[in-house]
């Protein structure tokens, strides 16, 4: 399977076309943008790609996003890709097989939340 790769220039509804014809061949697409706008174009046609695959087949999707290192000309550049899968395939999962699909973060020393330090701009003496 190809991986379909976006440019700031893409046109969107192109890259929708791509994404929901892949999916529909493959049973799953992998989108891949560097640069914000590439980014942006991406997930503008993921929405366009969603809404095709669900009004015109009845399929309902899922993106997983995730960083992916790209060497282009000798240098290493990081990329954002868009993963899409049917989310049939992530409800039939058992919770440890979603764990290693996902590579879930482990959050076994999480950092406490800390109270905001109290100041006079939050005394209801001061805004009156």
């Not at 509804?13 to 914000?36: D, K, L, M, N, T």
């Not at 999962?93 to 100041?119: G, K, N, R």
Request: aromatic share 4%.
């Amino acid at each position: 399977m190809d991986i379909i790769k976006v440019s700031a220039r893409s046109r969107t509804s192109a890259v929708a076309g791509a994404i929901a014809g892949v999916f529909r061949e493959h049973g799953r697409a992998e989108v891949q943008a560097i640069g914000a706008g590439a980014v942006n174009q991406s997930v503008k046609a993921l929405v366009l790609a969603i809404s095709y695959l669900k009004e015109r087949d009845g399929i309902n999707v899922a993106c997983v996003p995730e960083f992916v290192d790209v060497e282009i000309e000798d240098s290493v550049r990081t990329a954002i890709k868009l993963v899409v899968e049917d989310r049939k395939v992530w409800a039939n999962m058992e919770d440890d097989e979603i764990a290693e699909d996902a590579a879930l973060v482990d959050t076994s020393e999480e950092t406490p939340i800390e109270e905001p330090a109290e100041t006079d701009l939050l005394d209801s003496a001061v805004l009156e």
